[in-house]
């Protein structure tokens, strides 16, 4: 069974950057696509990235974060640049089993996976 753990996050000042990670543990982790969300204090939870299996295809949300993957690690990497309070959140990876080349951050519910998700809080 694929599990996944968030790591990285923490307290960042406004205009800073952070990587998360997401890793993988167990089988499976290079046949799924891999997106990242987060969910705000009293908001539903929204898309950031997702990157495809094989890391060919990836989609960012903002052009200020970059997804990438090492499927050697099981490790997804979200960069996140030029920080601002309104990316405070709770930062969630998941996994959805790939069916083709594309990953897709609109159909949230065919992220079957979840981690725990890793606090980040933008402030000065």
């Known amino acids: 069974q694929l599990q996944l753990v968030e790591s990285g996050g923490g307290l960042v000042q406004p205009g800073g950057s952070l990587r998360l990670s997401c890793t993988g543990s167990?089988?499976?982790?290079?046949?799924?696509?891999i997106g990242w969300f987060r969910q705000a204090p009293g908001k539903e939870r929204s898309s950031v990235s997702c990157v495809s299996a094989n890391g060919s295809f990836a989609m960012n949300m903002k052009a200020r974060n970059r997804i990438s993957r090492d499927n050697v690690r099981k490790t997804v990497f979200l960069e996140m640049d030029n920080l601002e309070s309104e990316d405070t959140a709770i930062y969630f990876c998941?996994?959805?089993?790939?069916?083709?080349?594309?990953?897709?951050?609109?159909?949230?519910?065919?992220?079957?996976?979840w981690g725990q998700g890793t606090q980040v809080t933008v402030s000065a």
């Open positions: 167990g089988d499976g982790f290079e046949d799924h696509d």
């Open positions: 998941a996994a959805r089993p790939a069916r083709g080349k594309f990953c897709q951050l609109v159909r949230k519910q065919e992220y079957t996976l």
